[in-house]
């Protein structure tokens, strides 16, 4: 009989921003990905400006971006999803509900991916802004590509 190595864990650092109003400003994420420390992907992209954009909206496009990678690697792996988003968190836990707002079209398609992917597969952790430095980072940047008004 043959044993299995465990699956190696990934870890996912997420974060939203929008800037310089929320909502209705210009939104932007990033988001990193870890195997045993090393990053095998990381992005900073933007989301869109004015109406119809928030901090919750890049948010969740950032999981969402993470979500679709994870379906296109075809990740088997457990993945650890950090977040100093307490909404992200705690719906994606199922703890809080979500309710109408510009982001929950966006949090629809994540728990629509989550379904596909295996829910038991994403464990959602909230951490403090300061250890999310290197999302956060990857967010501003992306906006910072795009004229605010």
Known sequence: MSKTKPSVSLEAWIDGICEPVNPGG???YGLVVKRKHETVFRIAQAVGSG???????????????????CKAQSVLQTVNVYSDSKLVVNQMRGVWRAKKGLYYPYYQQAISLLQE??????????????????????????????VIE
């Open 26 to 28: 210009t939104a932007g």
């Open 51 to 69: 109406k119809g954009m928030s901090n919750n909206v890049a948010e969740y496009c950032g999981l969402i971006a993470l979500l679709e990678w």
């Open 117 to 146: 992917l295996g829910h038991n597969q994403f464990h959602f952790v909230w951490i403090p802004r300061e250890d999310n430095e290197e999302a956060d980072e990857l967010s501003r940047q992306a906006i910072a590509e795009v």
